[in-house]
């Protein structure tokens, strides 16, 4: 074929024995497991949002209307949700006595209780994934991005999730993660926290180490409100919060250490972000960026058990608002590859990468300006 010739995609033209019905079969079957799996996922949200796992949790096998009355719901909605949870392998249900119970072992991922291990709250990303297709479809044809805006609930749901994982983590598993830094955080130090959001991870770090200083920067205004109030209520006077694009950090400096807890690969300019950054560091401070675990190649990421919600969240969220801004929508998975390369571009010598037990999602790199042999 001449490079002038068109491809085809025509199935006709294909031999007929070159398709396997026993593979369109399994594919088929495949598809149909995957709207399945993304119905179950939408009923998994409702019954986080409800409290319905944290109510069934509470009781022994429960009929519909019992269940309902304790929840304060309405029963017709109760049974039809239970029933999604039956077939969707969530709940059992006994048909002879009428009644429905949730597993321990199923409440262990599923509650409020559970913290940072609860996965229901991390299904209501899918409606909020759902509510810009549109949207995200119009950009395919028309190019442009869907701005943040659109997502009415994004910066409460990233703040539930960020709320339980700073919590159960951060003190004493993400500091413990860098030699000394709980020693010079202890002794007193100057800390920026870029894109911030509601300030979760700043505030927990400012209330563990009152002789640091704290600095959050976002250009979201509620987000950041939000910071400020929980700073108050909590009588932090070691944290502040500042309304700000992060593509300009000059001036804010300098930082013993600068974090970012998801916050790079959402950026319209990210390159930029991490010169700033660097530019903001004192010569023997250092950078913490939690980012999405992946490798930069989608091949490697087929077996990668939170890979198709990381393309769709990368999809219909984070590469869509960095293109918004005529970013350079980097997405989610951006992976461990280019992001080592782009922190070395911009400036860090030295760039490890950990992972946590307790935290499948991300990935902690330690970049310094300095060689590796520089301590915290
Ligand atoms: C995925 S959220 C993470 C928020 C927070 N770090 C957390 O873990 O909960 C990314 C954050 O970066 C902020 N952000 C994105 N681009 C920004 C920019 N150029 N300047 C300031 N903030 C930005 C967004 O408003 C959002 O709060």
Partial sequence: MTATEPVTHDLTTRP??????ARVEAFAGQILGAIADASTALTLSIGHRTGLF???????????????????LHERYVREWLAAMLVGGIVEHDPAAGTWSLPPEHAAVLTREAGKDNLAKLAQFIGLLADVEHQVVRCFREGGGVPYE???????????????????LLVDEVVPLVDGLAERLT???????????????????????PSSTFVGYDFSADAIEEGRAAASSRGL????????????????????????????HDQAHPA?????IADQLAADGMFLMVDIRASSHPHENVDLPTAP??????LLHCMTVSLAQEGTGLGAAWGRQTATQMLHEAGFASVDVRELDGDFINDYYVARLGSPAGTA
């Fill in 16 to 21: 007929k024995d070159t398709v396997d019905p």
């Fill in 54 to 72: 944290d109510t069934m949790a509470g009781l022994p096998p429960s009929t519909s209307d019992e269940i309902a009355t304790a929840a304060e």
């Fill in 150 to 168: 659109a997502y009415a609930e994004f910066h409460a749901l990233m703040a539930e999730d960020s709320k339980d994982v700073a919590e159960d």
């Fill in 187 to 209: 002794r007193g130090i100057r800390v920026a926290d870029i894109g911030c959001g509601s300030g979760h991870h700043l505030n927990v770090l400012a209330l563990a180490f």
């Fill in 237 to 264: 006077e070691n944290a502040r919060f500042e309304l700000r694009d992060v593509t300009d950090l000059s001036g804010t400096g300098p930082f013993d250490l600068v974090t970012a807890f998801d916050a790079i």
């Fill in 272 to 276: 930029s972000v991490l010169r700033g």
């Fill in 309 to 314: 919600f990381l393309y769709a969240v990368s």
